[in-house]
């Protein structure tokens, strides 16, 4: 299958201070990436859609001023965490499709952890 | 998205084949049926998807009903390796996650 690199795969930051979490889909132009949270035995969370050089849609209840995306490219993504605290801590997954009704591929996620 | 239903554990025995039901009664005409795995602490891993007919790939096959209320994704030679949480997953769109089957393969 094809390949979506999510980098860091972990980090750990202090309270107040901003994480970024980058997707890339490394063999294929993702027009639509997703991004994910899951908290510990639970199933993943759909916070955000985002298509190549439009603004993101969120889910309800996700805040869109604490996730920032960004799809500036058909081949990155970017999930900002603005001023992380305790409870943002969680791992977080992004996944890119290219087309519609076509499988998407998920990478392998990014744990974050807010001191 | 449709909803689905799924039984949350099942166990199956090293080299037999793993059958996973699911239940999609409201599936819509143009939702296609997914199947993804998650390997504790990584991201999910497509399997195979569908719209109507059965499939098969070199992991599984996905076996759709007449009337597409129902599916089963059939792992055919179970291994150790293929113990995970199975999702099955209904769209046209975005992907939305259940809470799926704890699949155990015991030696």
């Known amino acids: 299958g094809a390949v979506v690199s999510q980098h860091p795969s972990r980090v750990i930051c202090k309270s107040g201070t901003s994480v970024k979490i980058e997707c890339r889909s490394l063999?294929?132009?993702?027009?639509?990436m997703f991004w994910y949270r899951q908290f510990p035995k639970k199933s993943l969370m759909l916070m955000a859609t985002?298509?190549?050089?439009?603004?993101?849609?969120?889910e309800q209840g996700v805040e869109k001023d604490k996730f920032l995306i960004n799809h500036a490219s058909l081949t990155l993504s970017t999930l900002t965490v603005t001023s992380a605290h305790p409870e943002d801590s969680s791992f977080y997954i992004c996944?890119?499709?290219?087309?519609?009704?076509?499988?998407?591929?998920f990478g392998q996620g990014t744990r974050l952890t807010v001191v | 998205d449709a909803k689905t239903t799924q039984p949350p554990s099942m166990d199956c025995a090293e080299g037999r084949a793993a059958n996973l039901p699911c239940n999609h009664s409201?599936?819509?005409?143009?939702?296609?049926v997914y199947w993804y795995r998650q390997i504790h602490s990584q991201g999910p891993q497509y399997i195979i998807h569908?719209?109507?007919n059965n499939e098969t790939n070199e992991m599984a096959s996905l076996i759709i009903t007449e009337d597409r209320k129902s599916s089963t994704l059939i792992l055919p030679h179970a291994t150790l390796r293929d113990t995970a949480v199975y999702y099955c997953?209904?769209?046209?769109?975005?992907?939305?996650f259940g809470t799926g089957t704890r699949l155990t393969i015991i030696p």
């Open positions: 996944s890119a499709s290219g087309m519609v009704n076509t499988e998407a591929f």
């Open positions: 063999d294929f132009q993702a027009t639509t």
């Open positions: 985002s298509n190549e050089g439009s603004k993101a849609t969120y």
């Open positions: 409201t599936i819509s005409g143009n939702e296609y």
């Open positions: 569908g719209l109507k």
């Open positions: 997953i209904v769209s046209n769109e975005k992907l939305t």
